[in-house]
């Protein structure tokens, strides 16, 4: 059974830091494309990382340069790492698993958490 745990949320002021973690489980989907996606209620989800088996990452033009996406391939680990966060970044993040083809686009990946809140005041 794969489970995606995600953890690392929480409410931080503009300009702060925080760094998200997914804990992967019961497949080794951390050597296949994982991603980051965000979701407001009543508002459509935007994908906003990706990280390729290769290592080759993709970002969503509203994170570049202030996210980054990692992975512990040993202890099976997705992370985000958000600096110079912004109001806008106010959403609940998901981790997702086993996505084909590796990109930004929800809808290709087979597996998800449950997500983790991202609040961030002005």
């Known amino acids: 059974q794969v489970q995606l745990v995600e953890s690392g949320g929480g409410s931080v002021q503009a300009g702060g830091s925080l760094r998200l973690s997914c804990a992967a489980s019961?497949?080794?989907?951390?050597?296949?494309?994982m991603g980051w996606f965000r979701r407001a209620p009543g508002k459509e989800g935007e994908g906003v990382a990706s990280?390729?088996?290769?290592?080759?990452?993709s970002y969503a033009d509203s994170v570049k340069g202030r996210f980054t996406i990692s992975k512990d391939n040993a202890k099976n680990i997705l992370y985000l790492q958000m600096n110079s966060l912004k109001p806008e970044d106010t959403d609940m993040y998901y981790c997702?698993?086993?996505?084909?083809?590796?990109?930004?686009?929800?809808?290709?990946?087979?597996?998800w958490g449950q997500g983790t809140q991202v609040t961030v005041s002005s």
């Open positions: 997702a698993a086993d996505g084909w083809p590796c990109g930004l686009v929800a809808g290709v990946f087979g597996y």
């Open positions: 019961g497949y080794a989907y951390i050597n296949a494309c």
């Open positions: 990280i390729d088996s290769d290592g080759s990452a």
